[in-house]
């Protein structure tokens, strides 16, 4: 028997707002020597904030697929001239499990820069060799709001940044969440760019933090509504921070921090308000990102 | 699950070209008087001063039903005090699960009164026998003609007005019998505008519209077996329910079922009826016309149910004992889509009922003895499993994480009753055990909006089964000039489901103070006196008198709530030839056993009288009756005890009904 209004398609619904997602696909490659280096992005493009990379060698005289002793990656911007900047990235390349391709990260950050253009360097280790290839990249705005960062200063005057890493596609119900936390160190800006030098990680992972988590819907008729059972984000083995964040119904949601170093200190953040207030806007706290699913 | 929906489709269609349903009436009604176990109250439809009356004001006339009103239509029964996660209404012995998560639509709500023959109402474990219970069971019986009446058509046709709220309601029914065949059909259509209260204000949001018809054919495929398919579809349209702060856009049920009976003349085994049915509701709120609110809210609900029912009646000797087998399959489905104030913004979207199924399946007996001419000894036994899964369980593991994915529940219930008649005595003493599962909102409700206290209600998938001890008594005296007759009971309910404050979780509708979890309380008790009486001062005038009382406390001696004060109704009839006059008065006094812990404040004592007066004539060859009424004749304002949030019931009413058969 049909309804006179029709069942909402669940699926469809909890990812209405979220940008549709292909395989991983080529972004960007690269010659040096007789390797051809793929780099793999989802959908095949780089945005803005965290992306997941897979890279893959072949012998362009073998067409062969090969797997090189170490793989190093570095992400650079040129800020001005003689100015370089990078951001968050995994620099040793990992095997993935089955030797497929190697596994990276690259967060690409783009506010801060006046002119957003990145330069990928990719460097080979095949027996006692070195091989080093650049290609140029731009980046797309990451759509998705599950994936949204923020930078800000910390109560300690450093400059950090957290990226939101998962869930890509949130769920009603209990979630995952995984995010990086970098923190931005005063470098040496060498003329010229040295591969392999440590000079450039200007973002560094922030280890043994604790990110309190308070997730609340900010729509002004949700009256700072929130949900329960939440766990803060603590560091995992790979140094990306995990926790579990709970949706109680798809809409906008508001993820409020708090962000404590090892010896219990606020980096930054504030407890925001627990009061249900129906008709006004929820106010988010100091330290916050705002998603949307 | 697709397998049983497969056996029970193939059972359908099976049953329905082979089998069913009332053989001879008079075979019928022989062999009911005879398996006749249960003290089965068969009500007249009509009240004590309304012929034509709303399904629901027939439900009330029952000493053991009170109501919750939300508004003028559609109260939801409570029996014996309990709300109706409680008890078991069926129609036709069939489930029927409403689609409402703010319970606009208990199951007599989609019946009409032309379309129901009798209520039958079961206290308690006496219940038991379509499925688990605590509070008992209340069966709406959709009309049936017998075979072989001497008319093959009759028919009916009543209408009326109602000047409080400008209720018109037009209700015709029309059969056909013959030897081998029988047809009937009732359609019923009412519609009322808002009421008006004793104080002269109009109860905004109070109007309803609804439409109901009924279709049923039997054919006797042989001297003693019969086949019947039965349908009830009942729409109804813009209701207002003053007391939430939504109204009803569209409510509609179809309600089908195929049978098929075989009676047998010698032997043990006298009667064996199976059935299998089909139902779906699908409910529709609306907060368009409540431009007060605050955020607007889409909550459509539906509920499909596929039930198989097969009974058998046994008598040998002095025995007589019934076995039936009830299963079923609902899904029950409410969603809530939640609108930003910014339009443009994203909708906020969660299940309330996130896909729940249940699954019962059981078998029910009860067993009468005559030990004597005058005594009798009923022994009931029930098992059932009861099975639920819900598609979307990580609603519930928001705030159950080890929540279970699916939770099956064995449900026994056993019930003992002696019975004694001396003279113009009979005494009964019964008692009862049963078990219940948690309802789908209990079990699985997702910040379900409750109006009356202001909170958001979470179901918990893995609530231990309500347990019920249940000690009941009845006395009887009836002479030729009167009668009086008295019952009692009590029930001691462990794990009793009520909501309690969450400290986890904040509010998500705009109106909600907090969140509450359905939470089981260590026990309950609840007790309930009934005294009637019955005097015939003169050949034509009668009087009739009720006392009610009853009382609930928690395991904290805290009272419970919706329990109804001391109550008393008391009328009149005359009758003078074709002339009848009735005056009644009902009325109960002030709660002061009130439950401010479940959101209660006390309400006052109240009387309201009502008068009517009916003539019947003939005009041609019609046979008319007309009746005009006056219900609460002194505008008396006044709010119950189970009025949500408190309305104000209707003032005065002029009601008119024109009545006519051939
Ligand atoms: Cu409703």
């Known amino acids: ?293 | 699950m697709r397998l049983f929906i497969s056996f029970l489709l193939i059972l359908f269609v099976l049953s329905s070209s082979f089998a069913q349903t009332d053989t001879n009436h008079r075979d019928k009604v022989k062999t009911l008087e005879k398996v006749s176990i249960f003290k089965r109250k068969k009500k007249k439809l009509a009240t004590d001063v309304k012929l034509t009356a709303l399904v629901d004001e027939l439900l009330g006339t029952s000493d053991n039903i009170s109501f919750i009103k939300r508004g003028a239509y559609a109260w939801e029964p409570l029996l014996n005090n309990m709300t109706t996660e409680r008890s078991v209404i069926t129609v036709d012995g069939m489930h029927v699960f409403g689609a409402c998560t703010d319970k606009m639509d208990p199951i007599s709500s989609y019946m009409e009164s032309n379309s129901i023959s009798s209520i039958k109402i079961n206290s308690g474990q006496h219940g038991n026998m379509q499925g688990a219970t605590v509070a008992g069971s209340i069966d709406l019986q959709r009309i049936s003609t017998p075979f072989g009446q001497d008319k093959a058509w009759s028919g009916s046709y009543q209408t009326g007005f109602e000047f409080n709220n400008n209720q018109t309601f037009n209700l015709g029914n029309i059969s056909y019998s013959s030897a081998k065949f029988v047809a009937d059909g009732s359609v019923g259509y009412r519609k009322a505008g808002n009421y008006t209260d004793g104080s002269g204000n109009e109860i905004n949001h109070s109007q309803y519209s609804k439409f109901n018809t009924s279709l049923g054919l039997a054919y006797k495929t042989s001297e003693l077996s019969s086949i019947k398919v039965d349908a009830i579809f009942d729409q109804a349209n813009n209701v207002g329910f003053p007391a939430l702060p939504m109204d009803l856009w569209l409510s509609r049920a179809i309600i089908t079922a195929a049978s098929y009976q075989q009676q047998f003349e010698t032997g043990l085994l006298r009667v064996w009826d199976t059935k299998a049915y089909f139902n779906a509701i699908e409910h529709y709120m609306d907060d368009t016309n409540r431009p007060e609110n605050l955020v607007h809210m889409d909550m459509p609900g539906w509920s499909t149910t596929y039930g198989l029912t097969s009974r058998v009646e046994l008598k040998q000797g002095s025995y007589q004992g019934e076995l039936q087998l009830n299963a079923y399959d609902n899904l029950s489905i409410a969603e809530m889509t939640m609108y930003p104030q910014d339009r443009s913004e994203r909708t906020m979207f969660a299940y309330t009922w996130p896909w729940v199924t249940t699954r019962y399946a059981g078998v029910s007996s009860s067993n009468t003895w005559n030990l004597s001419p005058i005594s009798e000894v009923n022994i009931g036994a029930s098992v059932g499993t009861h099975y639920n899964y819900a598609r979307y369980s990580e609603f519930n593991r928001i705030f159950y994480p080890e929540a279970s994915e699916s939770k099956t529940r064995f449900l026994p219930s056993l019930n003992a009753r002696y019975q004694l008649s001396l003279d113009k005595f009979r005494i009964l003493l019964g008692t009862g055990f049963g078990q219940r599962a948690p309802s789908v909102s209990e079990g699985y409700g997702y910040y379900i909006y409750n109006s009356f206290d202001l909170y958001d209600y979470i179901g918990n998938p893995d609530l231990p089964n309500e347990t019920s001890y249940e000690v009941n008594a009845a006395i009887n005296y009836e002479s030729e000039k009167w009668s009086i007759s008295s019952q009692v009971n009590a029930f001691h309910i462990r794990n009793y489901i009520v909501g309690k404050i969450l400290s986890i979780g904040s509010p998500m509708n705009y109106q909600s103070v907090g969140v509450k979890a359905y939470s089981a309380l260590e026990y309950a008790r609840l007790f309930n006196i009934a005294i009637s009486g019955r005097y015939d001062i003169l050949q034509h005038l009668h009087w009739k008198g009720t006392l009610t009382y009853a009382r609930a406390t928690d395991n904290n001696s805290v009272n419970l709530p919706f329990i109804r004060p001391l109550h008393y109704q008391s009328s009149l009839q005359f009758m003078h030839k074709k002339m009848g006059i009735q005056a009644a008065i009902n009325g109960d006094l002030s709660q002061n056993n009130f439950s401010p812990e479940y959101g209660e404040t006390p309400t006052q004592a109240y009387a309201v009288f009502d008068l009517s007066g009916d003539y019947t004539f003939n005009l041609g060859k019609h046979h008319l009756t007309v009746q005009v009424g006056i219900e609460n004749m002194f505008d008396s304002f006044y709010t119950t005890y189970a009025d949500w949030g408190n309305i104000p019931r209707m003032g005065r009413n002029v009601f008119t009904t024109l009545k006519t058969h051939f």
């Open chain 1, 1 to 293: 028997m049909s309804c006179t209004k029709e069942k909402t398609n669940y699926l469809e619904e909890t990812s209405r707002e979220i940008p549709e997602v292909f395989d991983f696909q080529e972004a960007s490659s690269m010659l040096v020597d007789r390797y051809r280096i793929s780099i793999e992005a989802l959908n095949g493009t780089f945005y803005t904030g965290y992306n997941e990379l897979r890279v893959r060698i072949t012998d362009t005289q073998t067409g062969e697929t090969i797997n090189p002793d170490s793989i190093q990656f570095i992400p650079i911007s040129k800020i001005a001239d003689g100015v370089v900047t990078s951001c968050p990235h995994l620099f040793q390349l990992q095997k993935s499990t089955q030797n497929a391709y190697w596994e990276g990260y690259s967060i690409f950050i783009d506010e801060q820069l006046p002119n957003p253009t990145w330069k990928l360097y990719v460097n080979l280790v095949v027996g006692q060799q070195n091989y080093t290839a650049t290609s140029d990249i731009t980046t797309k705005e990451q759509l998705n709001k599950n994936l949204n960062k923020t930078l800000f200063r910390g109560n300690d005057s450093l400059d950090y940044m957290i990226a939101l890493v998962s869930p890509r596609n949130p769920q009603v119900g209990t979630n995952p969440i995984i995010a990086g936390i970098f923190k931005r160190i005063t470098t040496t800006h060498l003329a010229e760019f040295v591969p392999l030098s440590p000079s450039y990680y200007q973002y560094v992972a922030v280890n043994d933090h604790t990110l309190e988590l308070d997730p609340r819907m900010p729509e002004p008729s949700m009256g700072n509504h929130s949900s329960p059972n939440n766990v803060n984000l603590s560091q995992r083995n790979d140094g990306f921070y995990e926790g579990v964040v709970n949706y109680t119904m798809t809409g906008n949601w508001t993820l409020n921090f708090i962000l404590k170093d090892a010896r219990n200190t606020i980096v930054k953040g504030n407890a925001v308000s627990t009061a249900f207030t129906p008709g006004v806007q929820g106010v988010k706290g100091e330290l916050h990102i705002d998603i949307l699913f």
